[in-house]
């Protein structure tokens, strides 16, 4: 079989799929995708950045199975000065709703970000109050609930304004605007998340 490898920064607002009955945008819009590829995993339609686009069943199985614990870096800009506390409560662990049962995420690498990182504009903007302040917070994440990044800034009492993708272990987003498609190898993408070219 003829495995086709691609990455995209799926830009905000769009469904990370390729049709819609509703008309809304897809990711058909963005590339003339072979037929049978398909998004491992999700990103909202409110959120933005790296999505993987394979016809390759055994990676997406890899990736998508809670048991291998892969790492998935966000950048998020959260509503107010994130505190010192809230990323101790992200790395440790919070409590959050997933199909209605309580869930206590797993631990996580939560950074404030000191300098605000350069990223491409969002369309539309982010809204500005100028009597709030933002702040920027890394977190690296090794489950993938429903929402999960939202709802444990909103957790911490600081609600996420901005969800963007970064990293896939060690496959990144770097440079990438958003709508932009890129074809990989197979084997640089399986180094990039398996650290081998075969799994």
Known sequence: MDF??????K???????????DGRP????????????YPVGRLDLDSEGLLIITNDKRLNHRLLDPKFKHKREYLVQVDGDVTPEAIAELSNGVTISVNKKKHNTLPAIAKKMED?????????????????????????????????????????GFPTLRLIRVKIEKLRL???????????????IYKALFGKSKI
Do not use: C, H, W
């Open 11 to 21: 830009p905000y607002g769009m469904l990370p799929q390729f049709s819609d009955a």
């Open 116 to 156: 605000v990182p350069e990223l491409p504009e969002r369309n539309p903007p982010v809204r500005y109050r100028k009597s709030i302040p933002t702040s920027f917070v890394s977190l690296t994440l090794t489950e993938g609930k429903n929402r999960q990044v939202r709802k444990m800034t909103a957790a911490v």
């Open 4 to 9: 086709k490898y691609y990455i995209i920064y």
């Open 26 to 37: 897809t990711l058909g819009q963005l590339y003339s995708f072979p037929k049978d590829v």
């Open 174 to 188: 770097g440079q990438m605007n958003p709508g932009e498609v890129m074809e990989l190898k197979r084997d640089v």
